[in-house]
């Protein structure tokens, strides 16, 4: 479908046939970026690999961050931080419970995932579980996300971008600066360090350093670095190429946070997911990654939530720089082009019962999210794929695994699965507009398994 919105050609996909001819048989004249205002700020789109073109630049960002970060021996060797982080999480579950208290879910859950970026990044953590730290960084985050996801007639009609008539730049513009405040206090520390011969952590910000060259535009200088560690406005697990912070915080959050909705709203998988984790884990010890593997249901579980809420519904712009003939459709050079995931995933044609909550389907079944089946696309494909999905795929599961092994989970008293509010807040991501509270219990088989942590 085609849309001329206000002096721009839009484009939006909303089959897997199409999704194809976009991201992989054209995948080369179709993968640079429309820039939105909001992210035109601070020299933002000019440095980050979001927005970048796949050009010298954007190849040299995103190869630094597969190699040094999302390979398969760096992520096995902060395997033991991950379980630190979750057995975190599981502690503070536990003291809540024992209070009484309900469990903001998706608070909890953006917190730990914070902070085990924040300890592999800078080996600090970010956020405090039992105070108020991350949510500073959580309002910042989703006011850029809200920001960028927000119709800005700018956008439509570029003379008057420089107007900005709703505000838009001017509160991304606050939004951005805050969180570089942020980066560069940590950076600046590392630097002071490193000038008093300080021992190296050997974390992920030590890697970056050795590459910085100031004024080098295949390096990394304080804006890159600051881009670098930024926004990826879809984590990971989302469907783009991008940077740390809050593509991995925002997107694992929101997919463990729906994926609790959907288990507390049908209470039949809740029971069936949590036996198969009995059964193959128990309760003598706590849930590792290497579990995951022996877990096809709560893998299902996940698929599904991914299915019917993608962390980023409309995949990140893309943008033609060429004219090309699509399907015998021609697509004119600077049209802007979007992926309707969410509408994918709910097609009466390619699911049945597209509403409903069924892990089942995806038992038995070859249907993965590395972009190779097009009617399942969360993590994007193509060159432009989200890098950090294997990390995204190792959180997700092993939150939502200890969450459900350790803990019955109950909604507040009187409310039934029934009313549980699944209204969905569309952005550039796609989080829950109320935001999931509920009750945890301890396990009976666990309690003294978790008072002794």
């Given at each position: 479908m085609t849309l001329r919105l206000g002096q721009v050609n839009t484009v939006f996909v909303s089959s897997p046939e199409m999704a194809r001819?976009?991201?992989?048989?054209?995948?080369a004249v179709l993968s640079s970026r429309w820039i939105p205002e909001a992210v035109r700020v601070?020299?933002?789109?000019?440095?980050?690999?979001?927005?970048?073109p796949p050009y010298q630049r954007w190849r040299n960002l995103r190869r630094i961050c597969k190699t040094q970060l999302f390979?398969?021996?760096?992520?096995?060797?902060?395997?033991?931080?991950?379980?630190?982080?979750?057995?975190?999480?599981?502690?503070?579950?536990?003291?809540?419970?024992?209070?009484?208290?309900?469990?903001?879910?998706?608070?909890?859950?953006?917190?730990?995932?914070?902070?085990?970026?924040?300890?592999?990044?800078?080996?600090?953590?970010?956020?405090?579980?039992?105070?108020?730290?991350?949510?500073?960084?959580?309002?910042?985050?989703?006011?850029?996300?809200?920001?960028?996801?927000?119709?800005?007639?700018?956008?439509?009609?570029?003379l008057l971008a420089k107007l900005d008539p709703q505000g838009i730049r001017h509160r991304s513009t606050k939004y951005f600066k805050r969180l570089h405040e942020i980066f560069d206090e940590n950076i600046d520390r590392r630097l002071h360090r490193e000038r008093d011969g300080t021992t190296a952590r050997n974390d992920f910000l030590d890697e970056l350093l050795e590459h910085q060259v100031q004024g080098d535009g295949t390096k990394f200088d304080r804006?890159?670095?600051?881009?670098?560690?930024?926004?990826?406005?879809?984590?990971?697990?989302?469907?783009?190429?991008?940077?740390?912070?809050?593509?991995?915080?925002?997107?694992?959050?929101?997919?463990?946070?729906?994926?609790?909705?959907?288990?507390?709203?049908?209470?039949?998988?809740?029971?069936?997911?949590?036996?198969?984790?009995?059964?193959?884990?128990?309760?003598?010890?706590?849930?590792?990654?290497a579990d995951i593997g022996s877990l096809p249901y709560l893998q299902a579980v996940v698929k599904e939530t991914l299915r019917l809420h993608p962390p980023v519904p409309l995949m990140l712009p893309r943008l033609a720089e060429a004219t090309v003939e699509v399907h015998g459709?021609?697509?004119?050079?600077?049209?802007?082009?979007l992926i309707n995931i969410w509408a994918i995933g709910r097609d009466s044609?390619?699911?049945?019962?597209?509403?409903?909550?069924?892990?089942?389907?995806?038992?038995?079944?070859?249907?993965?999210?590395?972009?190779?089946h097009f009617e399942f696309i969360p993590f994007g494909s193509g060159r432009r794929i989200c890098p950090g999905l294997p990390l995204a795929y190792r959180m997700v599961h092993l939150m939502l695994a200890s969450m459900l092994q350790r803990f019955?989970?109950?909604?507040?008293?009187?409310?039934?699965?029934?009313?549980?509010?699944?209204?969905?807040?569309?952005?550039?991501t796609l989080i829950m507009a109320s935001p999931l509270k509920a009750m945890a219990v301890p396990t009976k088989c666990c309690l003294h398994y978790i008072d002794i942590w």
């Open positions: 001819k976009i991201l992989q048989e054209n995948d601070l020299a933002f789109n000019e440095a980050s690999m979001v927005w970048l390979t398969t021996q760096r992520l096995d060797s902060y395997r033991s931080l991950r379980c630190e982080k979750v057995q975190e999480l599981m502690q503070y579950i536990s003291d809540s419970a024992s209070k009484g208290l309900l469990v903001d879910v998706g608070r909890v859950a953006f917190s730990t995932t914070l902070n085990l970026i924040s300890r592999t990044v800078f080996s600090v953590d970010l956020a405090d579980l039992y105070g108020e730290s991350s949510q500073e960084f959580k309002h910042v985050v989703e006011g850029i996300l809200e920001e960028a996801g927000r119709a800005n007639l700018s956008d439509y009609f570029p804006q890159a670095l600051r881009c670098f560690f930024s926004v990826r406005t879809h984590s990971r697990t989302s469907n783009g190429d991008g940077d740390i912070f809050v593509a991995g915080s925002d997107t694992t959050s929101s997919t463990v946070e729906w994926a609790m909705a959907e288990l507390l709203r049908n209470p039949r998988v809740m029971a069936k997911v949590r036996e198969e984790i009995v059964r193959a884990i128990g309760f003598s010890r706590e849930v590792e990654e459709y021609e697509i004119p050079e600077g049209t802007r082009l044609s390619l699911w049945t019962e597209p509403e409903e909550f069924l892990p089942e389907r995806f038992l038995n079944k070859e249907v993965d999210f590395k972009g190779r019955d989970w109950r909604l507040p008293e009187g409310k039934e699965p029934r009313d549980l509010d699944m209204e969905e807040k569309f952005g550039v």
